[in-house]
């Protein structure tokens, strides 16, 4: 049996903003976002990105990368790592509490609730 949480609570929003497919944003602006630089929060993930618009999930399970401590399961500080994915971080340091539902570390990957 799989364990599945795609899909799970997703929604999304368009933005003008020339980032990375799968990387954490942030808001940049009346309808922009940006890419997230290390210890930043993040509103979301681009799970679209096409020419200077992309598709940012706001809500529900996603998965994205990690660098560093592999993050805690359940509600953990996270912040952005400047490479695209997020962080262990403490509260004061930007981060933000998540839910952490399943990582693998062979990946580097963690699924959180947004």
Not at 74 to 84: E, N, Q, R, S, V
Request: overall charge negative.
């Amino acid at each position: 049996m799989k364990v599945s949480f795609e899909g799970i609570g997703q929604w999304c929003a368009t933005f003008f903003g020339g980032v990375t497919e799968g990387h954490v944003v942030k808001v940049d602006g009346g309808g922009c976002v940006a890419e997230c630089a290390a210890g930043e929060p993040f509103c979301g993930a681009a799970v679209y990105a096409g020419g200077d618009a992309c598709t940012v999930q706001m809500g529900g399970f996603v998965t994205v990368g990690y660098s560093g401590a592999a993050p805690a399961l359940g509600y953990t500080a996270l912040a952005a790592d400047g490479l695209g994915g997020v962080q262990s971080a403490g509260e004061t340091a930007g981060g933000v509490s998540r839910w952490v539902v399943d990582r693998d570390e062979g990946r580097q990957t963690v699924t959180i609730l947004l």
